[in-house]
């Protein structure tokens, strides 16, 4: 168990709706990444926050956002959804400094658009 | 650009046969973090071991050993007498090494698939 938890787990929906993907990072963990894993596109970085601030976007589609909240969990929302959107979502915490960059990783939410 | 290429897309082993997964990376940082990570059938990711660009000595952990050789960007991954629950997908990543909290995102390999057969 990595401490990272996110919910739901699964999550089964129709395109053209809207869903929120939440993760909680380790204890004390201030920096929170979310990443997207497809069979196409393979473990792609989306975007990272870090103590409540964005700190860098990856490969995120305008119809993704995502924020922090100040007791440090995430959500990352999905909007207009679209068949390709189908994959499995990671949120991953790292510690500040110290331990250097190693990230782990939540047990992922798993979203079918169908 | 970082990169991470895993050339092994599959790979299938008999049990207690010994396996080496390849990864080569390109980066144009001199300070950077390489990182194995492992995805059992049950989808989670598991974190193995992280290197960073400066450490060129050579780790081993129970019957794993990593080999990282700047010369030739490569960071391999051997299991030594493989087990059955070795079998998984297994990610190299790469990531730049700057300060606390700055942007720090894993650029990922597209994977090897370990089969071990019993």
């Known amino acids: 168990d990595s401490g990272v938890t996110q919910t739901p787990k699964h999550l089964i929906t129709a395109t053209g709706q809207r869903v929120t993907l939440r993760c909680s990072p380790r204890?004390?963990?201030?920096?929170v990444y979310w990443y997207q894993q497809s069979l196409d596109q393979g473990l792609q970085f989306l975007i990272q926050y870090y103590n409540g601030e964005e700190r860098a976007k990856g490969n995120i589609l305008e119809r993704f956002s995502a924020q922090q909240f100040p007791d440090l969990h995430s959500e990352l929302n999905l909007s207009s959804l679209e068949l390709g959107d189908s994959a499995l979502y990671f949120c991953a915490s790292s510690p500040q400094g110290g331990r250097g960059n190693e990230q782990f990783f939540g047990p992922g939410t798993r979203l079918t658009v169908l | 650009a970082q990169k991470v290429t895993q050339a092994q897309t599959e790979i299938s082993v008999v049990e207690k046969e010994d396996v080496t997964l390849d990864c080569v990376y390109e980066?144009?940082?001199?300070?950077?973090?390489l990182f194995w990570y492992k995805q059992p059938p049950s989808g989670e990711l598991v974190f193995l071991i992280r290197r960073n660009s400066f450490d060129e000595q050579n780790e081993i952990s129970g019957r794993y050993s990593w080999n990282f050789q700047k010369s030739t960007s490569s960071f391999n991954f051997t299991i030594t007498a493989s087990q059955v629950v070795d079998s998984a997908v297994y990610f190299c990543?790469?990531?730049?090494?700057?300060?606390?909290?700055?942007?720090?995102?894993?650029?990922f390999g597209s994977g090897t698939q370990l089969t071990v057969l019993p």
């Open positions: 990543a790469l990531s730049e090494a700057k300060s606390s909290g700055s942007a720090r995102q894993l650029t």
């Open positions: 980066t144009r940082d001199t300070t950077y973090y």
């Open positions: 204890s004390g963990d201030l920096s």
